[in-house]
């Protein structure tokens, strides 16, 4: 199974090819260039990078956010297209549930630490501008905080006695903040910002194989927004 995936939820974001669960190619895009600019012309140069024609693509694949707006609905509307051309599948996936599992398969250790009793939490980071990230918490793989945007300080104060390692350019943007927060509880990841398009690509394999073919209409964006004790507050008149 040939998949074709595209990662826009940063400035740069990612493109990959893959057999099966096997990454062909993988390659970055330019952040200093928009998303509009580059698509679909960075997928057509991985193709011809990779020997590929279009038409071999079985599946195509695209990370639903979160992430800046104007990136999302670019990049799933660029991955649309391509699949109903195609008339193939097109798989949805977050890019925080991405982000988890690559953390996830290179957490750093946490020696010498009697506090250590179970394992670490796996906090993504988005950079979300204005000082925020959009954020998620993960145990054992799973969702335990669904995702908000906040400002880290936030974040941090409910994380305070629990090892946790941070991923995503939020997490890059914030090391100092989160070192002197955390202590020896935080563990930054290495690399702290991946390319995702690979493990996207995985990961849509891993739905196909659950027996699950999406249309490419039905991926939907995943816009995060500030918890609602944030907009209840930023709602009230000013007095």
């Not at 390319?195 to 027996?211: H, N, P, R, Y």
């Amino acid at each position: 199974m040939l998949v074709l995936a595209l990662d826009t939820t940063t400035r740069g974001g990612s493109c990959a090819l893959a057999r099966d669960r096997l990454t062909l190619h993988q390659s970055a895009g330019d952040p200093a260039r928009p998303h509009d600019l580059r698509l679909p012309g960075d997928l057509q140069s991985l193709l011809d990078a990779s020997g590929q024609p279009l038409d071999a693509v079985d599946v195509f694949a695209v990370a639903t956010g979160p992430g800046s707006f104007t990136g999302l609905r670019i990049g799933i509307a660029t991955m649309q297209g391509l699949a109903f051309a195609a008339g193939k599948p097109l798989i949805g996936v977050s890019g925080f549930d991405a982000l988890a599992r690559v953390a996830a398969d290179t957490s750093p250790d946490f020696p010498g630490d009697d506090r250590i009793d179970r394992a670490p939490l796996v906090a993504t980071w988005v950079d979300a501008w204005r000082g925020e990230v959009f954020t998620a918490l993960y145990e054992d793989g799973e969702e335990l905080e669904a995702p908000t945007v906040e400002h880290p300080e936030a974040v941090l104060s409910r994380l305070r006695g629990r090892p946790t390692v941070f991923v995503g350019d939020g997490a890059a943007q914030h090391r100092a903040l989160i070192t002197a927060t955390m202590g020896t509880l935080a563990r930054i990841a290495e690399p702290v910002s991946p390319l995702l398009a690979g493990t996207i690509a995985a990961m849509a394999v891993d739905v196909i194989a659950a027996g699950h073919a999406p249309a490419p209409h039905a991926i939907r964006p995943l816009y995060v927004k500030r918890p609602a004790v944030e907009l209840v507050r930023d709602a009230r008149p000013v007095r």
